[in-house]
């Protein structure tokens, strides 16, 4: 069978979201097809630094450990956001919200402690995660990081990060990012923050898809509209759902051949607009490996089986490994 890191070695590394159960379950199909690997949640603020004096590295060190040991790169997720994070990072030791030089000094002790540790062994970081408003007119989404230390609390991370690692490639990563007005959002953000000389190499596009949404038309014009600015661009969390976002059926056990047919169609078109503007896309990330585990049997419909992926529960392809591998 055609190794997927093989197939798009000339164009782009292959990455898989993995997590200390998978790093195990799924570690014969990682080595063989992946060519870099992203931890799901363990180097996220939560899992890496839980209380203020204290920092849990094991499992990421792990992670990081056996991507060495079989040739894989390594993505870093995520340095700032505001989900997964400890209150205590936010509070003073009376619990009432902190001020932005206390803040602004927790952040940078932060992201200095976990960006040297991993200096020289990761390509990239999502410095910044999901700061962009979905809705209204607001560039920025109402966040602690927002409130307490201002709009420069972007800038800053990515300034802390790239003292802490300047090889490290500087990510912006956001979701509905092929949404036209999010993009137009996504967009201004990053332009701002190359104006103002800002070290940010590129922005991560999660690509949370489905058979569905969003149109090919509207992720064209997305990546066109990033690729202007002339930064890299990373597909970081790539997966393709079989269902339409609010669709509550859970009864399903099975994917049908329609599902598997026309996820196969979807994908082949993705890869094909990755491999247009290679020139700018370096890593396609998906998020996950095998359809035995995926964050999407949770979310956003509790229980609601789903197969996002190009390997079926056994590790075995799907149609949409052949589709994928037939645009190379
Ligand atoms: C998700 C993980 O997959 C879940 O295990 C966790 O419970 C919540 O976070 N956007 C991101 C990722 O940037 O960090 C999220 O990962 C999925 C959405």
Request: no cysteine.
């Amino acid at each position: 069978m055609m190794r997927l890191r093989e197939a798009f070695k000339e164009q782009f590394l292959i990455g898989a979201a993995v997590n200390p159960v998978t790093l195990d379950s799924q570690r014969d199909l990682l080595i063989e097809h992946f060519n870099s690997v992203t931890a799901e949640n363990e180097m996220k603020f939560e899992r890496l630094h839980p209380t203020e004096d204290r920092y849990t590295f094991e499992a990421a060190d792990r992670m990081v450990a056996l991507a060495k040991a079989n040739g894989m790169g390594v993505r870093g997720h995520t340095l700032v956001w505001h989900n997964q994070t400890p209150t205590w990072v936010f509070e003073n030791e009376d619990g009432s919200q902190t001020d932005r030089v206390t803040l602004l000094a927790r952040m940078k002790s932060h992201i200095n402690t976990v960006v040297s540790r991993y200096r020289g062994e990761l390509y990239a970081w999502d410095v910044v995660n999901e700061a962009v408003s979905d809705s209204g007119s607001e560039l920025l989404r109402p966040s602690k990081w927002l409130d307490i230390i201002g709009e420069d609390f972007i800038a800053k991370a990515f300034e802390y990060a790239h003292e802490a690692d300047p090889e490290a490639l500087l990510f912006y990563n956001d979701y509905n990012e092929a949404d036209p007005v999010k993009s137009e959002k996504i967009y201004t953000l990053v332009k701002s923050l190359l104006e103002q000389g800002v070290p940010i190499h590129g922005i991560g596009l999660q690509a949370h898809w489905s058979l569905y949404h969003p149109s090919l038309d509207n992720i064209r014009v997305a990546i066109e509209k990033y690729a202007s600015l002339g930064v890299k661009l990373h597909i970081t969390e790539l997966d393709v759902s079989m269902f339409a976002f609010d669709d509550r059926r859970t009864d399903l056990t099975a994917p049908t051949e329609e599902m598997l047919a026309l996820q196969a169609e979807r994908y082949g078109q993705f890869f094909r607009l990755f491999q247009e503007y290679s020139e700018y896309i370096t890593s396609v990330t998906f998020w996950g490996a095998a359809d035995d585990y995926t964050w999407l049997d949770h979310f956003p419909v509790r229980g609601r089986k789903n197969w996002p992926f190009l390997f079926d529960a056994k590790h075995q392809p799907k149609p949409s490994y052949s589709e994928v591998l037939k645009t190379v």
